[in-house]
């Protein structure tokens, strides 16, 4: 097993641990007010209510509204080279120095595509 995969095997543990406690979490809220109380009143005012803190963990409001940003395609740009920054990382933890250089010339051409796109307004991103 590469560095590599033992990273990515490494956040996909930790997402599963945070989701876990999550339900674990509603779980015992909602079996203890049910326990607790003989209305359904307070059981239905927890439900909503750690549903809203679940949408906020998820970012659902951000998801739902719409993108004001008015530098679209330099933001764009941004996290292409992002994410020719996690593959370089992953390329060198595997010592593949050819991937490595290939990677370095993509993030320079990345990086002219972005002084060309600062302070456009309204540009679309690229290959739109």
């Excluded at 990273?7 to 999550?22: H, K, N």
């Excluded at 239905?44 to 409001?61: C, D, E, K």
């Excluded at 740009?77 to 370095?104: D, G, M, P, Q, W």
């Amino acid at each position: 097993m590469t560095q590599s995969s033992k990273v990515e095997t490494g956040i996909s543990v930790r997402s599963a641990i945070d989701q876990t406690l999550t339900i674990l979490g509603v779980v015992i809220i909602v079996v203890t007010v049910t326990l607790l109380t003989e209305s359904w009143t307070p059981l239905f005012i927890v439900i909503v209510g750690t549903l809203m803190i679940g949408a906020g963990a998820w970012r659902l409001g951000t998801r739902l509204l719409p993108n004001r940003r008015i530098y679209v395609g330099l933001r764009s740009e941004v996290e292409y080279f992002i994410r020719l920054v996690r593959r370089l990382n992953s390329h060198a933890l595997a010592e593949e120095t050819e991937k490595v250089e290939n990677l370095r010339v993509e993030m320079k051409e990345s990086v002219d595509r972005m002084v060309s796109l600062a302070g456009q307004v309204g540009v679309p991103p690229p290959g739109t």
